[in-house]
């Protein structure tokens, strides 16, 4: 080893630019990113990169299976399934993406002021969830879907409630580990606000492993959107929402196999991709590992 | 079994490096001093500057990667065992050499209960059977002043300075001929530390054994020490006995170490620090890794390695001021 | 003179499983303004949350205490705002007690926002440059995070952080025990210039006994909860009373080899403050132990100053 004097180098450094960094020096990290960004654009831009409308119908290419004309083929009324999969996809990803914001709004909130706080907030809080907790995620969905009646709106709704108790549960087992930190008696001692404390001190400390666990609620929201769809519950045709498509499908799943495979495929890749970006963002985000 | 006054422990030109970010660390820089059977000696300094690696570079278990041992010769008792294989050395550590952690919470498994913690030792190292392994367990719980009848309480059941003593009996269990003690009272309070430091006085008389002990705490070294090392950035700049290094402290930063501990006589308006900070380990300083320190640093010590100079018998001291004393 | 401190049989009790914790149990003393008070123990003696609970991070469960000869015990929202501001504290580990997401400067700078006295963002950080430039935080580091700082480096940070609102009382709470000897020492000759140029009181939590010899000008021992001995620095180190005391001082290790070493050894452990029995709460332990002990000790007067809680004070010296 050389023992050359280095230049004091005053760098200054950035928490995101390192944790990018670190994130994208893994290949999880990349294709996940890579495919979640294609499919993302792609649906962003379907009217420019669809061959045809959504609701185009070619009576004379019904059923067709993927060809030059279609690549993935047609469905029943002859509409363009690569076209309804990104004119769809629109649906499918906003509500995956704006459920988990909200849901995640709603319980990192609840989560941080029961951890917080402790004593009787987190009793009133943390019972309320146990009870909520009874009832399992999806039949809630449901319920939510079949009492306010289906439709966009109303799924965001069903979907964004559906993660509460689970992501007020570990909000506040985060901020229980970091509630004895003495910076936070510190911030105490020179009079910061509590919702200063909370929110813009312990919160930043502790918003990563949420981070992930929200990354791939995602990608489960997604799911479930489906499914509701599926069920005739969710977005309604003809509107091409992809659980809504598989919904249409079913009906020719022996016959027309393509029909249902396609947007089956797109789920999946989505979900995957999520996920395998969750992950790379959990050994990013592994204070173990910073610098 | 060695006669006493033999050389013991001889480890010559240890020589560790961490390998963090591609940036290389040395942790340990050709460190050799040797151990006679029965003596203890004190291996003293900062946080960072290597102590804890060369204890764990005799044990072998250093985490490679990214430690790695790059050269030096570890002999014990004629055998060299810087050259055993990994399935000789197994049957070594815990049996022949033994290691005292700093902290006794992490030391000791929450889930089994701590004598059969000591047993399992024994009947790994031993040829005993498990009625045999469970009965000299709890004579060693006995010596180390818990009742025997605590044998299968487990270590919550136990405050700080009990579970440091349970983890005392797992090291004594073997008659170890070397004990390598990592800060074993930094964790606990004063009038424990007292107790636990006498303790290991006394089992090491009773068993004869060796031991190093490693600390920052110049009082312990004071109380416990037969030979002190002061270690600095990776070497060893002074060596020598205790009295040489109390009452004669050659090396500027051992007489800095001395000088920056508040006293507990007499009066001093200011205490005086050695000034600066530990030297980055993955950039030291050429020559003399002190000099950028020291207040007596010249020229030659800014280039080139420091030899060892030999200020009196015995007592050595890597700094140039002592020359001439060695020619 | 009016102490600037004065604490009243002050109790801190916690509710545990095992039962009710005195962890600060009838403590008084007094700080007058500018002077050191050590207040020494062992692990679990309460002596950070006496400091803590003196300065309101924690809520008194009884007792007073009396800043400026004002009862400020129970005080609450804007009055509390400007109690904070005069006493501060500095905290034990520099790891934790920086926030790892901010800079120096943000950390710095936010008891300074707080405080409402500035009026422009440049005045924060003309203030908050000054106070780093006190301290000895080189220009190069301010815009780093904690973790790329030593441990020595990131106590001046602490130290900047507590005295960022011009208080009159710190609580020092083992400002120096996760640091290396070499490092202490300079935060320890900090602490004291700041303290003289400033002129505000430390009470000194530590359980390094030569470092609160070196700062302190009065010493509290405190043993479960406590005060067992309280007496001027002097005359406490020329003549300790308390058995507990004695033992303490004589388990130090010291580095002067040339003299023999003398223990009193104590017998078993630390027991604990939880539903703790009337009576001296260091009987169990203590070699000199009569069945006298068993009755609640009142801290008395023997030597002037020097206040011992001990029955047997007299025939144990």
């Known amino acids: 080893m050389t023992v050359a004097a280095k230049p004091q180098k005053i760098r200054k450094s950035s928490y995101t630019r390192d944790l990018l960094e670190r994130l994208f020096s893994t290949w999880n990290a990349r294709i996940g990113t890579f495919i979640i960004v294609v499919i993302a654009l792609a649906c962003i831009f379907a009217d420019v990169v669809a061959p045809y409308g959504y609701n185009d119908m070619d009576f004379a290419n019904m059923y067709s299976t993927p060809s030059a004309q279609h690549i993935m083929g047609t469905d029943n009324l002859g509409r363009d399934i690569f076209s309804r999969l990104l004119y769809g996809g629109r649906y499918s990803l906003s509500l995956g993406l704006i459920s988990t914001i909200i849901g995640n709004l709603i319980s990192i909130f609840l989560g941080v002021l029961a951890g917080y706080y402790g004593g009787k907030v987190e009793t009133l809080i943390m019972r309320f969830m146990d009870v909520y907790s009874a009832l399992p995620g999806q039949l809630l969905c449901i319920l939510v879907s079949t009492a306010f009646g289906a439709g966009f709106q109303n799924t965001v709704l069903a979907l964004s409630i559906q993660h509460l108790p689970g992501g007020a549960r570990m909000t506040r087992a985060q901020i229980l580990k970091e509630r004895s930190m003495e910076y936070l008696e510190a911030a105490e001692s020179i009079n910061c606000k509590k919702m200063t404390i909370m929110f813009r001190h312990l919160f930043p400390n502790v918003y990563s492993p949420l981070l992930v666990g929200a990354t791939m609620e995602i990608g489960s929201n997604i799911m479930m959107a489906a499914t509701l769809s599926y069920i005739g519950l969710g977005v309604q045709p003809p509107t091409p929402e992809w659980g809504a498509m598989l919904a249409e499908a079913r009906a020719f799943i022996l016959v027309y196999p393509h029909m249902i495979i396609w947007p089956g495929v797109f789920i999946a890749l989505t979900v995957f991709s999520l996920n395998l970006l969750g992950d790379a963002l959990r050994d990013a985000l592994d204070p173990k590992l910073r610098k | 079994m060695s006669e006493k006054n033999q050389t013991f422990l001889e480890v010559k030109d240890l020589t560790v490096i961490y390998t963090a970010n591609k940036k290389i660390v040395q942790a340990v820089n050709h460190v050799s001093f040797s151990l006679k059977k029965g003596e203890t000696l004190g291996l003293v300094g900062e946080t960072g500057a290597g102590k804890t690696t060369i204890a764990r570079s005799i044990l072998r278990i250093l985490p490679d990667p990214p430690a790695k041992m790059l050269g030096g010769e570890i002999t014990m008792d004629g055998v060299k065992i810087s050259a055993l294989s990994e399935e000789e050395m197994r049957k070594i550590r815990g049996g022949k050499i033994s290691m005292i952690f700093q902290d006794p919470m992490t030391a000791l498994n929450p889930l089994i209960c701590v004598g059969d913690q000591i047993s399992e030792g024994l009947m790994l190292h031993s040829d005993i059977s498990r009625d045999e392994a469970r009965k000299k367990a709890g004579e060693m719980l006995e010596m180390v002043g818990i009742p025997a009848s605590r044998y299968v309480e487990y270590p919550f059941e136990f405050s700080g300075g009990m579970k440091q003593r349970v983890v005392i009996a797992m090291a004594l269990a073997c008659n170890p001929d070397l004990l390598l003690a990592d800060e074993p009272t930094t964790a606990l309070d004063v009038t424990i530390q007292a107790q636990v430091l006498d303790l290991i006085a006394d089992l090491q008389k009773k068993l004869h054994t060796s031991m190093i002990l490693i600390t920052h705490d110049l009082g312990v070294v004071a109380q416990t020490c037969d030979n002190v090392a002061t270690v600095y950035a990776g070497e060893i700049i002074e060596y020598g006995t205790k009295k040489d290094l109390f009452l004669n402290p050659c090396h500027p930063y051992t007489v800095g170490l001395f000088d920056s501990l508040p006293s507990m006589v007499g009066d001093e308006e200011r205490l005086k620090p050695i000034a600066g900070l530990m030297p980055d380990p993955t950039d030291l300083p050429q020559g003399c890794k002190f000099n950028p320190r020291c207040p007596y640093a010249t020229e030659k010590c800014r280039s080139g390695e420091v030899p060892n100079f030999e200020v009196s018998d015995g007592h050595f001291c890597r700094c140039w001021k002592y020359a001439k004393e060695a020619i | ?317």
Do not use: W
Request: charged content about 25%; hydrophobic content about 35%; some cysteine.
């Open chain 3, 1 to 317: 003179m009016e102490p600037l401190i004065e604490v009243k049989n002050l109790k801190k009790y916690f509710k545990v499983p095992a039962g009710i914790n005195h962890a600060v149990d009838d403590v008084s003393f007094t700080i007058n303004a500018g002077e050191t008070v050590g207040v020494v123990g062992e692990s679990g003696c309460g002596k950070s949350t006496l400091g803590r609970t003196i300065i309101h991070l924690q809520e008194a469960t009884d007792g007073q205490v009396l800043f400026h000869g004002k009862n400020v015990t129970h005080v609450e929202g804007n009055d509390l705002k400007q109690l904070r501001e005069k006493m501060q504290i500095i905290f034990q580990d520099p790891y934790s007690s920086l926030n790892p997401r901010f800079r120096v400067e943000r950390t710095i700078y936010e008891p300074l926002k707080n405080s409402g006295r500035f009026k422009s963002k440049e005045a924060i950080r003309q203030e908050g440059q000054r106070l780093m430039d006190l301290v000895g935080i080189d220009e190069r580091l301010r815009s780093s995070f904690p973790h790329e700082l030593d441990g020595g480096r990131r106590q001046r940070v602490g130290i900047a952080r507590a005295l960022a609102l011009n208080p009159e009382f710190i609580v020092c709470d083992e400002p120096v025990s996760a640091l290396d000897v070499s490092i202490q020492a300079q935060v320890l000759n900090l602490l004291m210039d700041l303290q003289d140029q400033m002129g505000m009181a430390y009470m000194f939590v530590t359980h390094d006994l030569s470092v609160v010899r070196h700062i302190s000008d009065n010493i509290c021992v405190m043993y479960l909860g406590q005060l067992v001995e309280k007496a001027p620095t002097r005359e406490l180190f020329r003549q300790a009373l308390h058995p507990y005391t004695k033992a303490l001082f004589s388990a130090i290790p010291s580095t002067d080899i040339t003299k023999p070493f003398q223990r009193v050894q104590l017998k078993s452990e630390l027991t604990s403050a939880i539903n703790p029995k009337p009576g001296c709460r260091f009987a169990p332990r203590c070699p000199y132990a009569t069945e006298a002990c068993a009755q609640p000790q009142k801290l008395e007067e023997i030597a002037p100053n020097h206040f011992v809680s001990c029955c047997r004070v007299k025939e144990v010296n």
